[in-house]
């Protein structure tokens, strides 16, 4: 399980304030109890998708599944200076990425660490 504190939904909320869908993300992880994998379970479900794997599994994988993108150099510095509007704008642009799961995926990520996230697509690319 992999849970974020008050502090860290706080930081989510005031970096990117002005789009509700993130808002009724964070809300829904505060309902979860800082649970990522159960709030990211029931945003996939909202959203019309059926996950067919353990809670923490799933989430993982997606965030797998996205790890060329959010691995980008550009986007890399800037999560790893705790910074993710560039990123969720970045995400937005790609209708083939779930938006409202986004909120729980970059929260996955700085929870893993940037860095031991995205060694093994650095490894890939020597």
């Known amino acids: 399980?992999?849970?974020v504190t008050a502090q860290e939904i706080a930081r989510f909320r005031s970096q990117l304030a002005e789009d509700s869908a993130v808002m009724e993300a964070l809300d829904l992880i505060e309902d979860?109890?800082?649970d990522l994998e159960d709030a990211a379970m029931t945003l996939a479900i909202r959203?019309?998708?059926e996950p067919e794997r353990a809670n923490s599994e799933w989430l993982d994988a997606l965030?797998?599944?996205w790890r060329a993108v959010i691995c980008e150099q550009g986007f890399r510095d800037d999560l790893l200076n705790?910074?993710?509007k560039g990123m969720m704008e970045q995400l937005k642009t790609m209708p083939s990425?779930?938006?409202i799961l986004a909120t729980p995926v970059l929260m996955y990520v700085l929870k893993q660490g940037v860095s031991?996230?995205?060694e093994p697509l650095d490894e890939?690319?020597?």
Do not use: I
Request: glycine content about 12%; aromatic content about 8%; overall charge positive.
């Open 97 to 99: 990425f779930p938006q």
């Open 1 to 3: 399980m992999t849970k």
């Open 82 to 84: 705790g910074s993710v």
């Open 47 to 49: 959203a019309g998708q």
């Open 63 to 65: 965030a797998r599944k």
């Open 116 to 118: 031991s996230f995205c």
């Open 124 to 126: 890939v690319l020597e």
């Open 32 to 34: 979860c109890e800082g």
